[in-house]
């Protein structure tokens, strides 16, 4: 058996790290010395490990997951018209069948879309690293000359727009499934916000950029406008106002900051929508029109928060229901610092004895006529994703 010194072995974990200092210490032999060195050895190692392998996930992701284009245009049947899932301004997402019998939706970004490298480098490299059972799950993506484009897993039921804004189809969600689509939404952003190794904002929660699985268990997606922040940072503004009429918080489309603030408000106008079944962009009564936050929020106030409910949904979870009402408006108030986190929000979904905040008038509704005057305010750029269409424009029309 091959016989080795404690010294010489020191010697060589410190010759790997460069605290050549130490080694002339070790080299007297002092056992306790020699323990303690080890442990600082140690110590440091782990350190620099993990500092590595932060900085390697930051730029070596995309070898593993980078697919050949041809394998996702046979899989697509060469991008055939009726594997066409939807359009957006981005580009086409497209049904497709790996060899292997997987099923995906490739997401064929358009040559002259609004979402250039950038944005393309940024979804990859921030869904590629998120693992939740409420998030789409990215299987890789394509780079190839001019072609661009994002594999993910094939989720059954499409978008909760096409359910929740369908007359017939909203009947087959019954409150219990209703109420595990707005808990699965708070989960994911939960993880986005706090429990990932990163910290992200969605910046376009909406009712078509969250998918229904076959168990109708909601996965958010869309991640070309997501924004990464640094771990003490609690805001960021910008002069590029990306996201969906209805959904944007005031402080956002007026001053361009956002924070996990602007996605608790699009949470909360997304509860008001599940609950109500309308679209928040607009209730018409006689030739008054009133949005569904503002709505809901005088309903609510007057006691007659019932008026809000979808009439399909039966009486036995009523409670519950209105649970949700509150915490919808509690997330749409117009101070940011009113708004809960959703790690409270979650908590309030859990737990039935806890005592709610009153809510706050929420914030005016931005629409149309309000982005053409924050446009003449003096913001450089303006990108709408339109709910009904997941359309981006550079400016308003």
Not at 166 to 177: F, G, N, S, V
Not at 180 to 199: F, P, Q, T, V, W
Request: proline share 3%.
């Amino acid at each position: 058996m091959k016989h080795f010194h404690p010294q010489s072995l020191a010697q060589g974990i410190l010759r790997s790290n460069g605290a050549w200092k130490l080694i002339i210490l070790v080299a007297k032999g002092e056992k306790r010395l020699f323990i303690l060195t080890i442990i600082i050895i140690i110590i440091n190692f782990k350190r620099e490990v993990k500092e590595e392998e932060y900085q390697d996930d930051k730029i070596e992701i995309f070898e593993p997951l980078q697919f050949n284009f041809n394998t996702i245009s046979n899989a697509t049947n060469d991008f055939f018209v009726s594997n066409k899932l939807g359009e957006g301004g981005f580009g086409v997402v497209y049904k497709g069948r790996l060899s292997s019998g997987q099923e995906i939706a490739a997401k064929r970004l358009s040559r002259d879309s609004g979402q250039g490298d950038s944005e393309f480098k940024n979804e990859v490299l921030l869904v590629a690293k998120l693992q939740h059972r409420n998030l789409v799950r990215l299987l890789g993506f394509c780079l190839e000359g001019r072609e661009r484009v994002l594999v993910y897993e094939f989720v059954h039921n499409k978008s909760l727009d096409s359910f929740i804004f369908d007359q017939a189809k909203r009947a087959q969600l019954y409150w219990e499934i209703r109420y595990k689509i707005i808990l699965g939404i708070a989960r994911g952003i939960l993880y986005l916000h706090e429990d990932s190794r990163l910290r992200i904002i969605h910046r376009d929660l909406k009712a078509s950029n969250i998918l229904l699985d076959e168990e109708m268990n909601p996965k958010i997606a869309d991640f070309g406008m997501a924004r990464l922040f640094g771990e003490d940072q609690t805001q960021e503004n910008t002069n590029k106002i990306v996201g969906t009429y209805g959904y944007m918080a005031p402080e956002y489309a007026m001053h361009g900051q956002f924070s996990v603030k602007s996605d608790v408000f699009s949470f909360g106008i997304l509860i008001l929508e599940i609950v109500s079944g309308i679209k928040n962009s607009g209730i018409r009564d006689g030739e008054n029109i009133e949005y569904l936050s503002s709505f809901a929020w005088r309903n609510w106030k007057e006691g007659v928060a019932t008026n809000i409910i979808d009439p399909t949904l039966n009486n036995d979870s009523r409670n519950e229901i209105m649970r949700c009402i509150h915490i919808g408006l509690l997330c749409v108030q117009e101070n940011v610092a009113s708004r809960p986190t959703m790690a409270s929000v979650v908590v309030m979904l859990n737990s039935h004895s806890i005592t709610l905040p009153i809510p706050l008038e929420p914030a005016f509704h931005m629409d149309v006529r309000n982005f053409q005057d924050i446009k003449s305010w003096g913001h450089s750029s303006i990108q709408e994703s339109v709910n009904e269409t997941s359309i981006t424009e550079l400016y308003p029309r």
